[in-house]
């Protein structure tokens, strides 16, 4: 009896563990599915190279850009992007980043549906960038 209620407690988590997987690869797969949808991926040089002549937006939230941020970058979370529209030329390149890519695929996928056609999402996001950072001064 006892055997048979910890086998069943064991299918039950294995079920639950199982479930947070496929939600999670699922979740994955459509990221990687709109970035290459609505963005281009690029590495470092690109992004280095290209930034001089491009909007370079950072979509993590203020406090997060306020600790450290790409040299030259602007601040649109991604929770004001749809306010600061106005901010954005639609003819000029959009360099995105955030933490990871999550946030910047989030954000290339608005900025298409709005007309952008030329949006470039750093791969890798902040965490993986050598190039120059600047902080917020208080």
Do not use: C
């Amino acid at each position: 009896m006892v055997i048979a209620s910890v086998s069943g407690g064991l299918l039950l988590f294995d079920a639950v563990i199982i479930a947070i997987l496929l939600i999670w690869l699922g979740s994955a797969g459509l990221n990687r599915w709109r970035r290459k949808r609505y963005a281009t991926v690029i590495d470092q040089a690109a992004f280095q190279k290209g930034s001089h002549r491009a909007q370079v937006i950072d979509v993590r939230n203020k406090e997060d850009f306020d600790r450290g941020h790409i040299l030259g970058a602007r601040s649109i979370p991604l929770s004001y992007m749809k306010q600061q529209m106005g901010d954005l030329r639609a003819d000029l390149p959009v360099y995105l980043y955030d933490e990871g890519m999550t946030l910047s695929t989030q954000a290339a996928a608005w900025l298409a549906k709005q007309g952008f056609q030329q949006v470039y999402i750093l791969d890798g996001g902040f965490a993986k960038w050598t190039g120059k950072t600047k902080k917020a001064k208080y």
